[in-house]
């Protein structure tokens, strides 16, 4: 059975539904509602970039929101939260932090894809307390542990 993804506008949203740019794309991109005209990324600021979309997404799964990688590499653009997540029982606009971490300010303008999308499986184990856990080579070995290359 297919899974789907339902995406409901917010008023005055005209834009293309988000979208996979190929067959193979495991994102899906998100573009930026900005009805009311471009936006200023200013350099060491989070801002709050509308979809202009709400989402219902499939039992068992999430939305994860990822920065496209032209904007990243090219304009220094990041999610802060990378990934965030839209859980499957959110109902609201889909909205995407953007933070310029280069020094010079990015214009995103309306209808800019901005930001891409993943739908993953979500796991919901058991919880357990336990007096111990399974031994590995590693064990509590923490950052830089295994070495490098």
Known sequence: MAQIVKFKRV?????????????GAAGMDLRAFLPEGPVTL???????????FHVEL???????I???SSLAIKNKVIVPN???TID?????????????LGE???????GDRFAQAIIAPVLHPDVLEV???????????GLGSTGRG
């Not at 200013?42 to 202009?52: D, K, Q």
């Open 11 to 23: 008023s005055g949203n005209e834009l293309p539904l988000p979208s996979y740019a190929s067959a």
């Open 42 to 52: 200013t350099p060491g600021h989070v801002h709050l970039i509308s979809t202009g």
């Open 58 to 64: 499939p039992h068992g799964t999430e939305m994860q």
């Open 66 to 68: 990822r920065p496209r």
């Open 82 to 84: 990378s990934p965030g």
């Open 88 to 100: 499957e029982d959110y109902r609201g606009i889909i909205y995407v932090g953007l933070f310029q």
């Open 104 to 110: 010079e300010a990015t214009v995103l303008n309306h």
């Open 131 to 141: 007096e111990d856990l399974s031994l590995t080579q590693r064990g509590d070995g």
